[in-house]
């Protein structure tokens, strides 16, 4: 969908921003640029909408040359959200959503009526709409301009570092928000941020620059963790590599067996069988259940915690289903790692 070809940026004050780049970005999928400050993922980012002009290669857009469209038809074409959002102060919520529809050439009218269905989209209350963005919270004004950029239905939406601004637990919650929508969206979305776990967590393909705008490899989250290409990618990437990968692999294939009965511990459930504590002799030990699309991890997690080294199997009614033991976690983990240096 996204086609660089040999693309070299040069500043006019000499600076080298983006160093020889050939990179695709596949349609559908969230391809994630990540890097440290300066290494030029804002200027790679903005190459896509012509807000910045390479000074050599081509760069594609579903297979035709940016620098032959009009710049600004171009940009309307394709979404884009910025950390902070980028809201204009002294215009409503609704009415900065509707701004693109409305440079379209929408009526006012079904302008304001796109932008309250996208309102809901991202998750606000319709009376938010009345409201100033000042007057909004941190990760409500994030929502805010993701539906903006969502406003004219655009096939590929840039994001650049759109949740560096709010807190670690709004953070996930956007995240997760982003990757609901995606699923729904389907949209060519290229992801500009410096965090490693975000960029695990969003990606479907991570490519990881260094200082002077080198690309130093692109490859899905579950490849670069298990095989970095060297000693950058893997410092990168930090310590605990091999933990993220177990973030990336769910409980799925991982086999239950049925609840203990009769020992020291014993799971108790509420009516309808919904687990709610461990309890042995007067002591209540929380559990923290999980579903199949949970991860090795967050079941590594709970059977370190759980008293028994048991973890609760909910189904998707949050019902009991069975337990899994530590040790068959551990060997799934282990199994999780070898596959994926197998695979590449
Ligand atoms: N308009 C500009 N003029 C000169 N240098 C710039 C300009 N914009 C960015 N740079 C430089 O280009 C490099 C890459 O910047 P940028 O793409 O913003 O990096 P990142 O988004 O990865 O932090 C940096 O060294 C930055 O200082
Ligand atoms: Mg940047």
Redesign the pocket.
């Known amino acids: 969908m996204i086609q660089f070809d040999a693309v070299h940026k040069r500043?006019p004050?000499g600076?080298t921003?983006v160093h020889d780049l050939t990179l695709d970005m596949p349609e559908g999928g969230v391809t994630v640029l990540v890097?440290s400050?300066?290494?030029?993922?804002?200027?790679t980012l903005r190459m896509i909408n012509r807000m910045v002009e390479p000074t050599s290669g081509t760069i594609k857009v579903g297979g035709k040359d940016v620098t032959r469209q009009d710049a600004a038809e171009l940009r309307r074409s394709i979404g884009y959200a910025i950390q902070q959002s980028g809201l204009f102060p002294h215009r409503t919520v609704l009415d900065n959503i509707a701004t693109v529809p409305l440079l379209l050439g929408h009526g006012r009218k079904k302008a304001r009526a796109r932008a309250a269905e996208l309102l809901e989209t991202v998750g606000l209350a319709p009376e938010s709409g009345k409201r100033y963005p000042h007057q909004l919270s941190g990760g409500q004004q994030q929502r805010v301009g993701v539906a903006r950029a969502l406003a004219a239905d655009p096939p590929v939406l840039l994001m650049d570092e759109p949740f560096g601004a709010v807190d670690p637990v709004v953070r996930t919650q956007l995240q997760d928000e982003l990757l609901r929508l995606q699923k729904e969206l389907n949209k060519t979305i290229v992801f500009?941020t410096h965090d490693v776990d975000e960029a695990v967590r969003l990606g479907d393909r991570i490519a990881i620059f260094r200082t002077g705008?080198h690309l130093v490899q692109c490859a899905p989250p579950a490849e670069l963790l298990a095989r970095p290409a060297d000693d950058f990618v893997a410092d990168f990437l930090g310590a605990e590599r091999g933990l993220k990968l177990l973030s990336l692999t769910t409980l799925a294939e991982v086999p239950q067996g049925p609840a203990p009965e009769g020992t020291a511990w014993s799971l108790v459930c509420d009516a309808a069988g919904r687990p709610l504590h461990w309890a042995s002799d007067g002591t209540e030990v929380p559990v923290r259940p999980l579903k199949n699309d949970d991860s090795l991890l967050a079941a590594l997690d709970e059977s370190v915690a759980s008293p028994t080294g048991l973890v609760a199997r909910v189904d998707a009614d949050g019902v009991l289903s069975g337990v899994t033991s530590r040790d068959e976690i551990h060997r799934h983990a282990g199994r999780a790692h070898t596959e994926a240096r197998v695979a590449v």
């Open positions: 500043f004050n600076t921003a890097g400050s300066g290494c030029g993922k804002t200027t500009v705008g």
